[in-house]
């Protein structure tokens, strides 16, 4: 049976997330759909804007942190929500290339303000056959 793209889960004052993936690039392309998904239905945000972003952290942990860090900046400074991702990890796990699409969006149409992805109860692992993330998120 494979598992969902991702899941929630309640943390005090905060949410959780859970995300699989068959690849390194395919969790870390569901964990940006999940933290979206919060924020807006991704099936309605248009992709109309294109957005090459690189981003470089010392291991996987750390990269997948500061990605979505770097798209919630994004979103609060350009006003642009992202709805689809397209994610390469390097070979070393290192720095990643993400070509994001999306649409300007206004903070009335959010479901959801999220602050930021935290590294608590932060865990990225293998397990049978799948990648798997964990991650809470500020609100």
Known sequence: ?????????????????????????EVFENAATAVTSLMANPLEIEKKIVKKLSIDGNNLSSLLINWITELLVIRDS??????????KVSNDEKSLYAIN?????????LDMDIKAITYSLFNFEKRDGYYFLQFVLDI
């Not at 699409?101 to 149409?109: F, M, Q, R, S, V």
């Open 1 to 25: 049976m494979n598992p969902p793209k991702f899941e929630y889960f309640d943390v005090t004052a905060d949410i959780g997330v859970r995300v699989w993936g068959k690849t390194i690039n």
């Open 78 to 87: 350009e006003g642009i929500l992202f709805s689809s991702f397209e994610v």
């Open 101 to 109: 699409y999306g649409d300007y969006y206004t903070e009335k149409n």
